[in-house]
Each structure stands twice: as structure tokens, then as C-alpha cells.
């Protein structure tokens, strides 16, 4: 299987995205795939402010 993240989604996570990296490396993010029989569900977490952003298509 092949996850990737496209440049709409690139835009949404950067307008959602407020806060800082804490550590050198600039990580902050956790991305998670979970592929179901209608599609795959897609949600970004912050592991800074413990938010969540739904990247999930509209299956309607």
C-alpha cells in the first residue's frame, strides 16, 4: 500500500498548523492511514497541542 499526503492536504495541514517545534529535529507531527472498505481515513496529530486534523475525503 502506498500513503501519501498531496499538495491540497500539504495546504490544509499549514493553515491548521500554529504551533512551534520543540526539539532540533522539527518533528511534531504523527500521521495516521487507516484504510477501510469505503476509503482511507486520514488524520494528522500534533504531538505539541495533542490536536487533531481530519484529511479524511467526503465519502457522500
Do not use: Q
Amino acid at each position: 500500500m502506498l500513503f501519501e499526503i498531496n499538495a491540497e492536504m500539504e495546504k490544509k495541514i499549514r493553515d491548521w498548523d500554529s504551533c512551534e517545534p520543540v526539539d532540533v529535529a522539527g518533528g511534531k507531527f504523527a500521521y495516521i492511514f487507516i484504510p477501510t472498505g469505503l476509503g482511507t481515513v486520514i488524520h494528522v496529530h500534533c504531538d505539541i497541542c495533542n490536536r487533531k486534523l481530519d484529511l479524511t475525503d467526503d465519502w457522500g
